[in-house]
């Protein structure tokens, strides 16, 4: 699989709100899962993933594509930008050993290795953002350009150490984040009527008041 990232990769939001008003009137669409809420969410809806993963899916993607090939070719960049998040999130949502095989995409694949070239990937995305972030062009904020490069160098060490060290077989980068902690949090968001600025004592009297299903615990994968 290709590793390296594309040179003076760019991505424009209007060509994604285009090609949404340009598939309303049609009965089939190619970029399906786009939807008014997704383009101009509210401020609560900002956080849902599911709606960033209405945006940033392989049908989007493939719809940019096919239409940049159809007289938008501006849309290309973007269809390109779209397709290096998608395999960014495949590579770091592995949660079962069988799920590239089942997806027949081996980004989607447990890490084996240390020399794994998803564990390369990850830290030549981390150069990607340093880089992107030093060109001082549009783009992250300060404080998520820093969180999501140590984030990726923080998870190709430590699959790597589990790996070399302790001797595991696999690694699913899925179990290693936090998705158990945000999604506690956002039920506590809920539970205040749906204020994302929440505060310390609705957090505490949340958690006394309602006992949601307990955190799970962050795991690694092992075995043969």
Known sequence: MERNLPHGCS??????????????????KKAHRLTPAALNPRNIE?????????????????????????????WLSTAEFLSLVIKLWNVLNVKTSHKGKHKR??????????????????????DFLRQWEASAKPGLSKETF????????????????????????YVLLGHVQSDAIESRFGWFRQLAGANYYISTRQVVEGDATFSPMPLSRASVGSGS
């Open 105 to 126: 995409d081996c980004s989607m694949d447990p890490v084996r290795s240390s020399l794994d070239w998803k564990l390369d990937f990850l830290r030549e995305f981390a």
């Open 11 to 28: 991505a424009n939001f209007r060509h994604i709100a285009e090609l949404y008003r340009m598939e309303s009137t049609m009965s089939l």
């Open 46 to 74: 900002k956080t849902s993933v599911k709606l960033a993963v209405s945006v940033f899916s392989e049908s989007t993607r493939d719809a940019l594509q096919f239409y940049a090939n159809q007289g938008h070719s501006e």
């Open 146 to 169: 820093l969180a999501l490069r140590h984030t990726c160098l923080a998870i190709a060490d430590c699959a790597s150490f589990l790996l070399d060290r302790r001797g595991f077989n």
